[in-house]
């Protein structure tokens, strides 16, 4: 089918799981989506599993086998989904609005054989296009694509946050808005910072920063293909109807703060390897059969020891693939030859962003001393251009978060 030519707006508007927690929000999201519908737009919604939905197939996966095929847990962890747009559907209907679902093979959303984090490769929109022009809705389970094996695949959690944005950037549609549970991108976490500021508005660059370092609000990948399309994306409320955040260049930014924001990751696992050989080819020989197992590794540190010919090598997965990066490194045992491992989860990054970075020295001082004033160790520290990240103890995470939004001069008034 040829799709028609656009003349009326195009949006994409995607809920995420507090906003289709029951029945009762289900059926707000129908009104917020009719008001888009009478305002004589053509809309595609994307909608996230109920909250709590997905984390139980996760655990459920896991309680099977810690070592479980990531093709039958993407089989499994799509399932949310598909509950939520066929009931959203129903809810539009219900209103007199004329909806569908669709699941990612129908659409199809293809996507590469990563299961479990797989990327989006292509999106056809020529029905969903043919079917604006007759005035539906289409209601798009998020989270889910198809792969090339034919296969079900997830994008990774978070991702419905990606689903919508690759979706708007498919239909080259005029915005993507971001309906969640807070009314916008905050200085940080706002459920842990009373006193985080909201942000009218906030670079892309800043926002993958962010967004990399574990700000859950926007998944990181849906903030690249924003970037890499030109996608105008929004965060608001479900909730509310108020303005949101917008995420734009940077130079639209009129006054740019020097730190725009902390964040905070508690999915990180540390693994230390006692004693490895310092010589040439070791680091490849643990980190390669990583990559090779899809595990990404994320802060790296090498220490070397008195005598110079062995090092302590540090480094942090996601809590996801610990107990697979213990196997993998333990098959290894034979070529790297280390004394010892020693794995700790307990443990959350904490990271400063800020573009102002790049031109200010001083800004990783104020960290440090930050944390020292309040006793928090430092276990691991990695920097990029506009990002100083740090490793503590988990126990600490709302102390420091809350000791560098004050040090950085971020409070409310
Ligand atoms: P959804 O289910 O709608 O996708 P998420 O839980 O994935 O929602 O993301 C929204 C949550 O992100 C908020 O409830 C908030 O706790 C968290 N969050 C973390 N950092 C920030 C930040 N800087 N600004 C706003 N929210 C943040
Ligand atoms: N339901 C999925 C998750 O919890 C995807 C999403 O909500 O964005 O990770
Ligand atoms: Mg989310």
Not at 172 to 185: E, L, P, S, Y
Not at 226 to 233: D, I
Not at 256 to 262: D, F, H, M, R, T
Not at 306 to 320: L, P, R
């Amino acid at each position: 089918m040829k799709a028609p030519a656009k003349t009326k707006t195009r949006v994409v508007m995607k809920f995420g799981g507090t906003s289709v927690a029951n029945i009762e929000r289900i059926r707000a999201v129908a009104q917020r989506v009719k008001r888009e519908v009478d305002a004589g737009n053509e809309v595609a919604v994307v909608v996230s599993a109920m909250s709590g939905t997905t984390n139980q197939l996760v655990a459920w996966c896991g309680e099977l086998s810690p070592l479980y095929d990531a093709r039958e847990y993407d089989v499994v962890v799509a399932s949310g989904e598909q509950v939520t747009c066929g009931l959203l559907a129903i809810a539009l209907q219900t209103i007199g609005v004329n909806a569908r679902s669709w699941l990612g093979w129908q659409i199809p959303v293809e996507s590469d054989d990563a299961h479990g984090k797989a990327r989006i490769t292509r999106i056809r929109t020529e029905d969903m296009i043919a079917r604006f022009a007759q005035g539906q809705v289409a209601v798009v389970a998020g989270f889910q694509g198809v792969g090339q094996d034919n296969r079900v695949t997830t994008l990774g959690r978070g991702g419905s946050d990606t689903s919508a944005v690759a979706l708007a950037a498919a239909l080259k549609a005029d915005r993507c808005d971001i309906f969640t549970d807070v009314d916008g991108v905050y200085t940080t976490d706002p459920r842990i910072v009373a006193k985080a500021r909201k942000l009218d508005k906030i670079s892309y660059e800043e926002m993958l920063e962010m967004a990399s370092v574990g700000a859950k609000v926007l998944q990181i990948r849906s903030v690249e293909m924003a970037m890499k399309h030109g996608v105008r994306l929004q965060v608001l409320s479900s909730f509310e109807d108020k303005p949101g955040t917008l995420v734009v260049d940077e130079d639209e930014i009129m006054e740019q703060e020097l730190v725009s924001g902390i964040a905070y990751s508690r999915d990180e696992a540390k693994i230390t390897l006692l004693k490895v050989a310092d010589r040439p080819g070791v680091a490849a020989s643990i980190f390669g059969p990583l990559a090779d197992a899809n595990i990404n590794v994320d802060m790296i540190v090498q220490n070397v020891s008195e005598s110079g010919d062995t090092t302590d090598m540090t480094f942090t997965v996601s809590k996801a693939d610990f107990e697979r990066a213990k196997q993998v490194i333990e098959g290894q045992r034979n070529q790297v030859q280390f004394a010892g491992m020693i794995a700790d989860s307990n443990v959350v990054k904490v990271s400063v962003i800020g573009v102002g970075m790049r031109s200010h020295a001083g800004i990783a001082q104020r960290m440090f001393k930050a944390l020292a004033e309040k006793g928090i160790n430092i276990q691991v520290i990695s920097t990029s251009e506009i990002k100083i990240s740090v490793l503590v103890a988990e126990e600490y995470t709302e102390l420091a978060v809350r000791a560098l939004h004050t040090a950085y001069g971020l409070d409310a008034a």
